[in-house]
């Protein structure tokens, strides 16, 4: 066996190193009893959900309707609508019981979504703080009847902040090229490797709960005012007091479906995130990722060496090892998402759409100095990066 196929090798069981088994939100915590969906007498837990929301005319009202069927209901839901140019304020004000705040023109410094969530976290003056826990959702998050109250049972639990990485649901073929992303995401979290139970290196923002005494005292999203992975930096503030940080799978209870709008926004929504996100990631978990998708790529290498040097047995390894990466996809994306078995089957397909994507957003990032999103376009500060 040559130096290359140990290689390989090594890199593919750093791949189960890096994503072994992601817990899932609800499976240990305890949610307590609650009254049926639905049923007018169902519990309130002391909580404000804050959603901010630009153009999000499409997925905002699912949200707000499985936020009105949980078996325990937020005292308050609050909606920041981020000078959206669709119809989302005006479907937001038609749920009962929700707030619709209009996010003021963005102040110096800030970036849209850090603003929208200090907004609606209740931290312009003479905003109500009635609640002792903030629960910030995406607006393509969905919840299953008992998600919040899942997702409070583990903030309970565990304390610090409780994040979820949502079940991915994908309808159109195109939605398949995410699922590279969404296990480089949760690699980098670190929360899936062995031994971690949840405990992460960084928080993940499309669903995240925690005290508002906590949110107060690592200072709010006012620290991340222009942070493109608002998420991260939480976390880093956070673990910085000697608070957790859990990120856990959504599972059958918190799911979202990014980028409906087509592969031009998957590109554009993966591209505002992604190197900014890998630099957050630590040099020996960075170099484990590195050697796992070279692993994925080997394969494809002795398949064709094999084949050119007529080389049976090269040929052999390369069918094997390129098995062997497809079974390990398929345990991985199972995890985090729908995704088909034929993703995992033609694995290679993604891993480029993750490669290219990923260097887009390098030259964004370090070359441009700035992202667009929904619009806008977000200039990217050179300090404290």
Same mark, same amino acid.
């Given at each position: 066996?040559?130096?290359?196929?140990?290689?390989?090798?090594?890199?593919?069981?750093?791949?189960?190193?890096?994503?072994?088994?992601?817990?899932?939100?609800? /499976?240990?915590?305890?949610?307590?009893?609650?009254?049926?969906?639905?049923?007018?007498?169902?519990?309130?837990?002391?909580?404000?959900?804050?959603?901010?929301?630009?153009? !999000? !005319?499409?997925?905002?009202?699912?949200?707000?309707?499985?936020?009105?069927? +949980?078996?325990?209901?937020?005292?308050?839901?609050?909606?920041?609508? /981020?000078?959206?140019?669709?119809?989302?304020?005006?479907?937001?004000?038609?749920?009962?019981?929700?707030?619709?705040? /209009?996010?003021?023109?963005?102040?110096?410094?800030?970036?849209?979504?850090?603003?929208?969530?200090?907004?609606?976290?209740?931290?312009?003056?003479?905003?109500?703080?009635?609640? /002792?826990?903030?629960?910030?959702?995406?607006?393509?998050?969905?919840?299953?009847?008992?998600?919040?109250?899942?997702?409070?049972? !583990?903030?309970?639990?565990?304390?610090?902040?409780?994040?979820?990485?949502?079940?991915?649901?994908?309808?159109?073929?195109?939605?398949?090229?995410?699922?590279?992303?969404?296990?480089?995401?949760?690699?980098?979290?670190?929360?899936?490797?062995?031994?971690?139970?949840?405990?992460?290196?960084?928080?993940?923002?499309?669903?995240?709960?925690?005290?508002?005494?906590?949110?107060?005292?690592?200072?709010?999203?006012?620290?991340?005012?222009?942070?493109?992975?608002?998420?991260?930096?939480?976390?880093?503030?956070?673990?910085?007091?000697? !608070?957790?940080?859990?990120?856990?799978?959504?599972?059958?209870?918190?799911?979202?479906?990014?980028?409906?709008?087509?592969?031009? +926004?998957?590109?554009?929504?993966?591209?505002?995130?992604?190197?900014?996100?890998?630099?957050?990631?630590?040099?020996?978990?960075?170099?484990?990722?590195?050697?796992?998708?070279?692993?994925?790529?080997?394969?494809?290498?002795?398949?064709?060496?094999?084949?050119?040097?007529?080389?049976?047995?090269?040929?052999?390894?390369?069918?094997?090892?390129?098995?062997?990466?497809?079974? +390990?996809?398929?345990?991985?994306?199972? +995890?985090?998402?729908?995704?088909?078995?034929?993703?995992?089957?033609?694995?290679?397909?993604?891993?480029?759409?993750?490669?290219?994507?990923?260097?887009?957003?390098?030259?964004?990032?370090?070359?441009?100095?700035?992202?667009?999103?929904?619009?806008?376009?977000?200039?990217?500060?050179?300090?404290?990066?």
């Amino acid at each position: 066996m040559d130096a290359g196929l140990l290689v390989a090798l090594a890199g593919w069981l750093a791949g189960w190193w890096l994503l072994w088994r992601l817990p899932v939100v609800g /499976d240990q915590a305890a949610v307590g009893a609650a009254a049926p969906a639905g049923d007018a007498s169902a519990t309130r837990a002391g909580c404000t959900v804050v959603i901010p929301a630009r153009d !999000e !005319e499409g997925s905002l009202p699912l949200l707000l309707a499985s936020l009105a069927d +949980q078996t325990v209901r937020p005292r308050r839901v609050v909606v920041v609508d /981020d000078h959206s140019t669709d119809a989302t304020g005006e479907l937001a004000r038609r749920f009962e019981g929700v707030t619709v705040l /209009d996010a003021p023109d963005l102040p110096p410094g800030w970036l849209g979504k850090p603003w929208a969530c200090h907004v609606g976290a209740g931290h312009e003056a003479g905003a109500a703080h009635d609640t /002792d826990t903030l629960v910030f959702l995406d607006a393509d998050v969905r919840l299953a009847p008992d998600g919040l109250a899942s997702l409070l049972g !583990e903030l309970e639990r565990r304390g610090g902040v409780v994040s979820v990485q949502p079940f991915h649901r994908t309808e159109r073929p195109y939605e398949q090229l995410s699922a590279e992303f969404n296990v480089a995401a949760v690699m980098g979290l670190a929360s899936a490797s062995p031994g971690r139970d949840g405990r992460a290196r960084a928080a993940n923002g499309p669903c995240l709960a925690l005290r508002r005494e906590l949110y107060h005292a690592i200072g709010g999203h006012a620290a991340v005012r222009n942070e493109i992975v608002e998420d991260v930096a939480l976390g880093r503030a956070t673990r910085a007091l000697g !608070e957790p940080v859990v990120v856990l799978g959504g599972g059958a209870r918190i799911a979202f479906r990014m980028y409906p709008g087509g592969p031009g +926004q998957l590109v554009e929504g993966w591209s505002k995130n992604l190197a900014s996100g890998a630099a957050s990631v630590g040099a020996v978990r960075l170099v484990a990722m590195v050697a796992w998708v070279t692993a994925l790529c080997s394969p494809l290498q002795l398949l064709a060496e094999g084949a050119l040097g007529s080389d049976g047995r090269t040929v052999a390894y390369g069918v094997a090892l390129y098995g062997a990466c497809a079974v +390990q996809q398929r345990v991985m994306l199972r +995890q985090l998402g729908d995704f088909r078995w034929w993703t995992a089957a033609g694995y290679p397909i993604p891993v480029l759409a993750f490669v290219a994507v990923f260097l887009r957003s390098l030259w964004l990032t370090l070359v441009r100095r700035r992202v667009t999103w929904r619009g806008r376009t977000i200039p990217l500060a050179t300090e404290g990066r």
